[in-house]
């Protein structure tokens, strides 16, 4: 059996410039906002430390 991968793509608005954009739930570098440049996540070694409003879950 194959398992299934526990990471997925994140849809999140930006507090400073309401921006939605998507993001990698696990990544390993700090996003920014494509529009304002404001920090929305953080890597923590596993699931990123997310600063923004989650939207969706994406699968």
């Known amino acids: 059996m194959i398992k299934e991968p526990?990471?997925?793509f994140i849809k999140v608005r930006c507090p400073k410039c309401k921006n939605e954009q998507?993001?990698?739930g696990k990544s390993s570098t700090s996003?920014?906002?494509?529009?304002c440049s404001k920090?929305?996540?953080?890597p923590t070694g596993g699931k990123a430390k997310v600063k923004a409003r989650i939207l969706e879950v994406l699968e």
Do not use: A, P, Y
């Open 31 to 35: 996003v920014n906002c494509l529009v």
């Open 22 to 24: 998507i993001m990698f």
């Open 39 to 42: 920090q929305i996540s953080e």
């Open 6 to 8: 526990t990471s997925k």
